[in-house]
């Protein structure tokens, strides 16, 4: 009777593969199809679970926390020490000869993302160089994100319009992305450099943070101003006297969800910064060559702190371990004793002065491969 056809569910250890989709085929052993995991961001992978936690709790709702909080004392500060009673320091939502809630919120955006960018990144990167956290196993954001997926040419396709042609040409969004790859210059918290980086630094990062800034400006004020304007939009309302408690509520949420969706993005770049990568994969090179060496060395950057004159490497003996050890002959000089002993005895008839000769050369040889011993200096 013919082999029936089987129904095979398969799963792949590879977490960037994901599940694989259940396939019937006429074969006995069916072709699996990959499914990948959803990733819209082009986060490189693998990530951790403690990179994850890193990004999500601390930089992310702790972050945002802090950026609430303070939103909210500002606010408190500015719309609650006034007379509500005085009509010349009215609170409302578009007059501008007031104090206007709209134009507090598209201030917000523009100083919290530049303060965000330079104070998060700076804390990210000095957790990069303790070790408290890996970077990203690849630079992010990614080069080739959104780059136009070109179909095979046998492969019926649709041609695109101008506008695809456009944003998808060959590199995509990578080369405005590329704008916002991580490096140490967004490390405004390095001590070992000199004041005038540390000013160059502090310039990169601010205008990086604005740039973010108008990126979020705009869609977060649109947004914002389309839930509080048709409830605190009439003409004429006085928010100090009728909603005292409206515009710093206001600015308390609003500061929470702009934290929340920008520190985990200003970490991530900080995280993909190509001078950590490159630093961390020359740290793990170390490590493994060590590890195959059988050398036991220092992990941590004050393990490998510069120490006192008069003390030895812990990665190597002291001199008196290194004399006591049998130490293997050189490749060179055994080669050298197998040619001086392959002409003397190719040449017998050059005499006693040519035995003489390459006697003293092997008591050199011999002098020269033995390990010397260092004398201990009196104290």
């Given amino acids: 009777m013919p082999r029936q056809a089987e129904t095979t569910e398969l799963v792949l250890p590879d977490p960037d593969l994901g599940e694989v989709e259940k396939s019937?085929?006429?074969?006995?052993?069916?072709?699996?199809v990959r499914r990948p995991h959803w990733n819209p961001f082009h986060l490189p992978r693998p990530i951790t679970t403690r990179q994850w936690l890193y990004i999500l709790i601390p930089q992310g709702l702790f972050a945002a926390i802090v950026d609430g909080l303070v939103n909210f004392g500002i606010a408190c500060a500015m719309y609650r020490t006034q007379d509500p009673n005085d009509n010349t320091s009215r609170v409302t939502i578009w007059n501008l000869s007031h104090s206007t809630v709209a134009?507090?919120?598209?201030?917000?955006?523009?100083?919290?993302?530049v303060l965000s960018f330079v104070i998060s990144s700076g804390m990210v990167h000095v957790d990069l160089r303790k070790g408290t956290i890996d970077p990203f196993v690849a630079a992010w954001p990614c080069p080739d994100f959104g780059a136009y997926k070109v179909e095979a040419p046998d492969k019926p396709t649709m041609q695109p319009g101008g506008f695809a042609r456009w944003l998808h040409n060959r590199h995509g969004l990578g080369r405005g992305l590329h704008f916002f790859s991580g490096s140490d210059y967004n490390d405004v918290f390095d001590l070992s450099v000199s004041p005038k980086e540390t000013l160059q630094r502090l310039f990169l990062s601010v205008f990086k943070g604005l740039v973010l800034s108008a990126i979020y400006f705009s869609f977060m004020w649109p947004i914002t101003i389309a839930i509080i304007a048709p409830l605190y939009g009439g003409t004429g309302i006085n928010m100090r006297r009728q909603y005292p408690w409206a515009a710093p509520i206001i600015k308390l949420i609003f500061g929470f969800t702009l934290g929340l969706l920008q520190n985990p993005v200003i970490c991530c770049i900080a995280m993909g910064s190509e001078d950590s990568i490159r630093l961390h994969l020359r740290e793990e090179q170390r490590k493994l060559w060590a590890i195959q060496e059988g050398i036991t060395v220092p992990v941590t950057k004050?393990?490998?702190?510069?120490?006192?004159?008069?003390?030895?490497?812990?990665?190597?003996?002291?001199p008196a371990a290194q004399s006591q050890e049998k130490q293997p002959i050189p490749r060179d000089v055994a080669r050298l004793r197998q040619s001086v002993d392959g002409s003397r005895s190719a040449s017998p008839a050059r005499g006693n002065r040519l035995s003489v000769d390459v006697a003293a050369l092997r008591q050199s040889l011999d002098e020269g491969s033995r390990p010397q011993t260092r004398a201990a200096s009196p104290h």
């Fill in 302 to 318: 004050g393990e490998r702190a510069g120490r006192p004159s008069g003390s030895f490497d812990l990665t190597m003996p002291p």
């Fill in 24 to 32: 019937s085929e006429k074969e006995a052993w069916p072709t699996p």
């Fill in 103 to 113: 134009g507090d919120v598209g201030v917000t955006v523009i100083i919290q993302t």
